[in-house]
C-alpha cells in the first residue's frame, strides 16, 4: 500500500455528511479497490457544534473554508458547501493554486464559472472532477467522458432535476394542482433553499450545460441555453397531453446542429411509452445518442446524501488510483466557442387554446397556421359547458419562429380567448 489520500472536506451537510459515512464505512473497501487508503485529515462547516450523525472529533477543524483548502495535509479538497461564488469559488480557486486536485458537487459554481476554474486546475496540473453535480447518484459524467469517448456524440438530453420530475408525476397521478405538488415536495425537503433554481429550470439548466461542455468540447456558456421552467404547466395539460399519449417533464436537450449549439431546458411534452415518459417521482433520466453506440439510457437517483455521495467518492477513487481526466474530457483551453443556435430545431408541437364556440372559428385558426406555414396533424375539440371550447392541436414539425409568428396571430382572429398554451413534443 502506498501513502493515504487524503481529503479536506468544506461542508457537512446532506452531500458532506453523506461522504463522511462512506470514508469511515467503506475504509477497507476503498483502500483494496484505490491500491490506497482514503483518510479525511481536516473539516469545514458554518457551525462546529452542530450534531451531524457521525464521529468528526478525529478530524482538524477548519472555520474558513479557505485555510483549509491550503493545508498541507490535504491532498484533495471536496468542495460540498453550495453557491455558485463566495465561499465555494473562494475555497476551490485557493485550493488549485495551493496545488491540490478539487472535487465538488457544486452544478451551480461550475456551470457559471467552470471554464475559468478548469483552466486554472489544468494550468496547475491540478484535476477538477464533479461526477455528483450532475444527476446525483447516476455515473454520467464518466459515462460520457470515458465510456462513449469513441462516440460523436448526436444528442444528449434528460430529466435531471428531481424536485419538478416529482410535482409533475403528483399533479398527473394525484390530481394535485401545481400549488399542492409543490407544497408536498416542500414537505419532503426536496426543494433548494431558493425553489426558482428548482422551478425555474435553473438547477437543470445547470447540469446540461456542463453536459454539453463534454458531448460537444465547447466552453461552458451558461447564459446561451433557451430556458423555461414548469410554473405555468397546468393539470389541464397534464390531462390534455395525457389523453394524446404524452407526458409532460422539464426536459433539457444539447444537440450540435449546422445552425450551432442548440441547448434547451423546458417542458416538452414525451410519449408516455417511452423511458423518458415513464419516469416517475424524484428520480432522474440521462439519455446519450452516439453515432456508433446509439441510444443509451441512464435512470438512477438524482439527489439525496448516499447517491450524491456515491459520485462524489467516484471522483475520490480516480483520483487515489491515478486516472487523471481533463475536467471536460479535452483541455480546457481546447474547448472551442460554439456559437448557440438561434432557434430550436423543427419539432411537432401540442397547442391548447380556448375558442368561441362560433361558425368559423376553428377555420381561423386553421388560416392563422396555414399562413404560417404550419400544418396540423391531429385536433380534438372537448365537451364545454360553457361558451369557449377547449381546443387541442398537434401539428406538424414546424420551425419556431413560424409557430411564434402564429401565436401573435392568434389573438387577432377574434375568436381566441386568453393566450394558447404551446409546448414542444420532444422526439425520443
Ligand atoms: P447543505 O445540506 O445545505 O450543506 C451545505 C454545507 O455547507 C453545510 O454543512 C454548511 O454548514 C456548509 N457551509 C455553507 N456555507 C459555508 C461556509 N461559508 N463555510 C463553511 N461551510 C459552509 O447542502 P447539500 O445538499 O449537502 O449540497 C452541497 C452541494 O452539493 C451543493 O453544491 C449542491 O448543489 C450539491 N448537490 C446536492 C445534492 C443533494 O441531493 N443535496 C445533489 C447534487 C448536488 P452548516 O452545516 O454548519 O450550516
Ligand atoms: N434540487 C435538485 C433536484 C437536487 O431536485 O434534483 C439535486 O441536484
Known amino acids: 500500500m502506498t501513502d493515504p489520500l487524503r481529503l479536506g472536506i468544506a461542508g457537512l451537510g446532506t452531500v458532506g455528511t453523506g461522504v463522511v459515512k462512506i470514508v469511515q464505512r467503506q475504509a477497507d473497501l476503498l483502500a483494496r479497490r484505490c491500491g490506497r487508503p482514503i483518510e479525511i485529515t481536516a473539516i469545514s462547516a458554518r457551525s462546529r457544534d452542530k450534531d451531524r450523525g457521525v464521529t468528526l472529533s478525529r478530524y482538524a477543524w477548519e472555520d474558513d473554508p479557505v485555510a483549509l483548502a491550503r493545508r498541507p495535509d490535504v491532498d484533495v479538497f471536496v468542495e460540498l458547501m453550495g453557491g455558485s461564488d463566495g465561499p465555494a469559488k473562494a475555497a476551490t480557486e485557493a485550493a488549485i493554486a495551493a496545488g491540490k486536485d478539487v472535487v465538488t458537487a457544486n452544478k451551480a459554481m461550475l456551470a457559471l464559472h467552470g471554464q475559468a476554474l478548469a483552466e486554472a486546475a489544468e494550468a496547475a496540473g491540478r484535476v477538477l472532477r464533479f461526477e455528483a453535480a450532475v444527476a446525483g ?125 442548440e441547448q ?21 433520466m440521462v439519455v446519450v445518442e452516439g453515432d456508433s453506440v446509439g441510444q443509451i439510457v441512464l435512470r438512477g437517483p438524482g439527489a439525496g446524501e448516499g447517491p450524491t455521495a456515491s459520485a462524489v467518492m467516484s471522483d475520490v477513487c480516480d483520483i487515489a488510483r491515478g486516472i487523471r481526466v481533463a475536467t471536460f474530457g479535452v483541455p480546457a483551453t481546447a474547448l472551442e466557442d460554439a456559437p448557440p443556435a438561434s432557434a430550436a430545431s423543427p419539432a411537432c408541437y401540442y397547442l391548447r387554446m380556448e375558442l368561441a364556440d362560433k ?21 380534438r375539440q372537448y365537451d364545454h359547458p360553457g361558451e369557449n371550447a377547449p381546443v ?8 419556431r419562429p413560424d409557430l411564434d409568428r402564429a401565436l401573435a396571430a392568434l389573438p387577432g382572429t377574434g375568436v381566441v380567448m386568453g393566450t394558447p398554451v404551446a409546448l414542444r413534443i420532444e422526439d425520443v
Open 137 to 261: 447518484g447516476i455515473p454520467v459524467i464518466k459515462a460520457l467522458t470515458e465510456g462513449l469517448a469513441g462516440n460523436a456524440i448526436d444528442r444528449v438530453m434528460g430529466v435531471m432535476n428531481g424536485t419538478c420530475n416529482y410535482i409533475l408525476t403528483r399533479m398527473d397521478n394525484a390530481g394535485l394542482t401545481y400549488e399542492q405538488a409543490f407544497a408536498e415536495a416542500d414537505g419532503l425537503g426536496y426543494l433548494e433553499a431558493d425553489p426558482t433554481l428548482d422551478v425555474g429550470g435553473i438547477d437543470a439548466a445547470h447540469k446540461l450545460t456542463l453536459l454539453a461542455a463534454i458531448a460537444y468540447g465547447t466552453k461552458v456558456k451558461f447564459d446561451a441555453i433557451e430556458l423555461e421552467g414548469i410554473g405555468a404547466i397546468t393539470i389541464e395539460d397534464i390531462r390534455r397531453a395525457g389523453d394524446m399519449g404524452y407526458k409532460i417533464k422539464l426536459l433539457g436537450v444539447a444537440q450540435m446542429t449546422g445552425r450551432g449549439l
Open 264 to 284: 434547451r431546458m423546458s417542458p416538452c411534452l414525451v410519449p408516455a411509452t417511452s423511458p423518458l415518459g415513464q419516469l416517475e417521482g424524484g428520480t432522474n
Open 359 to 379: 361558425p368559423g372559428a376553428l377555420a381561423k385558426v386553421a388560416t392563422v397556421l396555414g399562413e404560417a406555414g404550419i400544418s396540423i396533424d391531429r385536433m
Open 392 to 399: 387541442l392541436i398537434v401539428t406538424h414539425k414546424a420551425a
